[in-house]
Structures are given as structure tokens and as C-alpha cells.
Nanobody
Framework: QVQLVESGGGLVQAGGSLRLSCAASGRIFNINAMGWYRQVPGKQRELVAT???????NYADFVKGRFTISRDGAKVTVYLQMNSLKPEDTAVYYC??????????????WGQGTQVTVSS
């Protein structure tokens, strides 16, 4: 089992920066990839950035050049460095992990979310 706990959210002015952290515990070596998603009330959850075990990263177009995803060598913690924040970045940000189960089927795990609010 894998558990994810996010931290680092808060209130920031437009143009400012925040760094989100996601601490993974449990069967951490079963994680194939990790990522960050965000959701605004009444709207669908959307991908922000992902990183695979091979080090490949993928970013949503609306954050390219502003956000950076990284993961420590032990794959215990994943980060999202957010720069040049905009009011439209305001959302609940969720950490996600893709887990390889013993039956060979992958499944997703989610953190509880952390609120990011960007004021204009």
C-alpha cells in the first residue's frame, strides 16, 4: 500500500512562487510514476505534470516554462516548483502515484490535496 501526503499550498500573490511536496510512504518501490493534478470546484481534475521512474517528464501546456516537477532519488518525495503563478492557477492540487500491484495491474493513488490560491 502507498499513502501520499501533500504540503506546501497556501496564498501567494500573482507572479510569486510556491513549492508543493508530496511524501510517499508504504510500498514506495511499487510506484511507476508520480504526478500532480489540480481541480477547481465544479470542474474536472486536470493533469499538471508527471514524472516516470525513467525520469521522463510531461507538463500541461498551461504550466510549461513555469512549473517543474522533480522526485528525490529514493522516490519518497515528489515536488512541484511553481513560479510565475497566475490567478488562474488557483485550485486544489493533488499528488498522484501510479502503483504496480502484485497482480501486474497498475492502479492510481491520490493524496488529500493542498489548496493553492493566487491573488491578483
Amino acid at each position: 500500500q502507498v499513502q501520499l501526503v501533500e504540503s506546501g499550498g497556501g496564498l501567494v500573490q500573482a507572479g510569486g512562487s510556491l513549492r508543493l511536496s508530496c511524501a510517499a510512504s508504504g510500498r514506495i518501490f511499487n510506484i511507476n510514476a508520480m504526478g500532480w493534478y489540480r481541480q477547481v470546484p465544479g470542474k474536472q481534475r486536470e493533469l499538471v505534470a508527471t514524472v516516470t521512474n525513467g525520469g521522463n517528464t510531461n507538463y500541461a501546456d498551461f504550466v510549461k516554462g513555469r512549473f517543474t516537477i522533480s522526485r528525490d532519488g529514493a522516490k519518497v518525495t515528489v515536488y512541484l516548483q511553481m513560479n510565475s503563478l497566475k490567478p488562474e492557477d488557483t485550485a486544489v492540487y493533488y499528488c498522484a502515484a501510479e502503483i504496480l500491484q502484485r497482480n501486474g495491474i497498475t492502479t492510481n493513488r491520490w493524496g488529500q490535496g493542498t489548496q493553492v490560491t493566487v491573488s491578483s
